[in-house]
T-cell receptor
Framework: GAGVSQSPRYKVAKRGQDVALRCDPI?????LFWYQQALGQGPEFLTY????????KSGLPSDRFFAERPEGSVSTLKIQRTQQEDSAVYLC?????????????FGQGTRLTVV | RKEVEQDPGPFNVPEGATVAFNCTYS??????FFWYRQDCRKEPKLLMS???SGNEDGRFTAQLNRASQYISLLIRDSKLSDSATYLC?????????????FGSGTQLTVLP
């Protein structure tokens, strides 16, 4: 596709449930970022991949959060044992070059609601 | 204290008005500066980069003051379509990649 695609667009999870959020970056983009955006806040960095390598995961809020990008293309963000505070929009962004975060294009996000 | 601080607004202005947004950042190691625009329930999109010399893109003018760690965005002759949340963004070295650090955004509504 022409842009970054995320699925599902909306997810309602019961507290304690595991969820998996998918990101299809723009084809050929080397860098991939995940961000979390709570209501009324700006996006907060979660993790960064360069191809299949996860080079920075300093923003992951707890060990319940796990991200992977095994073949350097599609990425999955997994949240185990979801809590209400995990409710947010999860944004994925990709950029063509290594570390070129400034030219990143964002997907429309997955809105996660934990009930 | 948040790394990037903005007045959340909301700013409600009539069409044709000039409106200015301010932003301060706390990390003096910040390297690059941007304004992003985010429409309701949409993804953030890059509006413009901000350079020390100041830069203009049509009705939009951005300024950076590194000494004061202050960034501004001026919108002239505002249009209804300018209604959105404006996010101030800085990058800094972090591990092996520069990260985008976002402010909480300033909400603008342009009224007919």
């Amino acid at each position: 596709g022409a842009g970054v695609s995320q699925s599902p667009r909306y997810k309602v999870a019961k507290r304690g449930q595991d969820v998996a959020l998918r990101c299809d970056p723009i084809s050929g983009h080397v860098s991939l970022f995940w961000y979390q955006q709570a209501l009324g806040q700006g996006p907060e960095f979660l993790t960064y991949f360069q191809n299949e390598a996860q080079l920075d995961k300093s923003g992951l809020p707890s060990d319940r959060f796990f991200a992977e990008r095994p073949e350097g293309s599609v990425s999955t963000l997994k949240i185990q044992r979801t809590q209400q505070e995990d409710s947010a929009v999860y944004l994925c962004a990709s950029s063509l070059r290594r570390m070129q975060v400034t030219e990143a294009f964002f997907g429309q996000g997955t809105r996660l609601t934990v009930v | 204290r948040k790394e990037v601080e903005q007045d959340p607004g909301p700013f409600n202005v009539p069409e044709g008005a000039t409106v200015a947004f301010n932003c301060t950042y706390s990390n003096s190691a910040s390297q690059s500066f941007f304004w992003y625009r985010q429409d309701c329930r949409k993804e953030p999109k890059l509006l413009m980069s901000v350079y020390s010399s100041g830069n203009e893109d049509g009705r939009f003018t951005a300024q950076l003051n590194r000494a004061s760690q202050y960034i501004s965005l001026l919108i002239r002759d505002s249009k209804l379509s300018d209604s959105a949340t404006y996010l101030c963004v800085v990058t800094k070295p972090s591990g092996s990649a520069r990260q985008l650090t976002f402010g909480s955004g300033t909400q603008l509504t342009v009224l007919p």
